[in-house]
């Protein structure tokens, strides 16, 4: 079963708009929380990642919400511009293990 | 500094036929990840060195998929016997010990 589901699995805003992307997961025992970036041809590209002792963090126009008793993140992207365009991916890893766990990520697209 | 590389960028492989795909991570990374990606989805985990022992090969398909990294440096997927259903992109992934991981480009794979 999908142990990270991501939502909406595509999305198109304005050039200076706010792009929100969403995540949920099931398993409690998750505690890093990445975010990739993937353009067409390209491997993913970490932007910003969390753990679950915080509740928000900030990059630049990239900040990530975690809600964890709603096991629930997401990635929120101000002022978006046509180079966001992209494919987003949240991922999760559990504490003793390296491998992360992927959702089906969201296509973005932002228009001039 | 150079990031992950991976050859050849592109294979196309007759069903049935053996491929070596290859991976050179970033100096001093001494995790080593593969990753598969069917199109229009997300990573999906396959296997995990840590240095040249590999630690977890849970995500391995079927005992056609094997990987190795026999310096604890470049690492070798090799696929037996390719089926269609092996038509992918095959991703490479490095980092610092348990740290952040930082994907190659990958190599597609196309089994006709």
């Known amino acids: 079963q999908q142990q990270v589901k991501q939502s909406p699995q595509s999305l198109i805003v304005q050039k200076g708009g706010i792009s929100i992307i969403n995540c949920a997961y099931e398993?409690?025992?998750?505690?890093?929380f990445p975010w990739y970036q993937q353009f067409p041809g390209k491997g993913p590209a970490l932007l910003i990642a969390i753990r679950p002792d915080v509740s928000e963090k900030k990059e630049g126009r990239f900040t990530i919400s975690f809600n964890k008793s709603a096991k629930q993140f997401s990635l929120h992207i101000m002022d978006s511009q046509p180079g966001d365009s992209a494919t987003y991916f949240c991922a999760a890893k559990q504490g003793g293990s390296e491998k992360l766990v992927f959702g089906k990520g969201m296509k973005l697209t932002v228009n001039p | 500094g150079a990031g992950v590389s991976q050859s050849p960028r592109y294979k196309v492989a007759k069903r049935g036929q053996d491929v070596a795909l290859r991976c050179d991570p970033i100096s001093g990374h001494v995790s080593l990840f593969w990753y598969q990606q069917a199109l229009g989805q997300g990573p999906e985990f396959l296997t995990y060195f840590q240095n040249e022992a590999q630690l977890d090969k849970s995500g391995l398909p079927s005992d056609r998929f094997f990987a190795e990294r026999p310096e604890g440096s470049v690492s070798t997927l090799k696929i037996q016997r390719t089926q269609q259903e092996d038509s992918a992109v095959y991703l490479c992934?490095?980092?610092?010990?348990?740290?952040?991981?930082?994907f190659g480009p990958g190599t597609r794979l196309t089994v006709t």
């Open positions: 398993n409690t025992a998750f505690d890093y």
């Open positions: 992934a490095s980092s610092r010990d348990r740290g952040e991981q930082y």
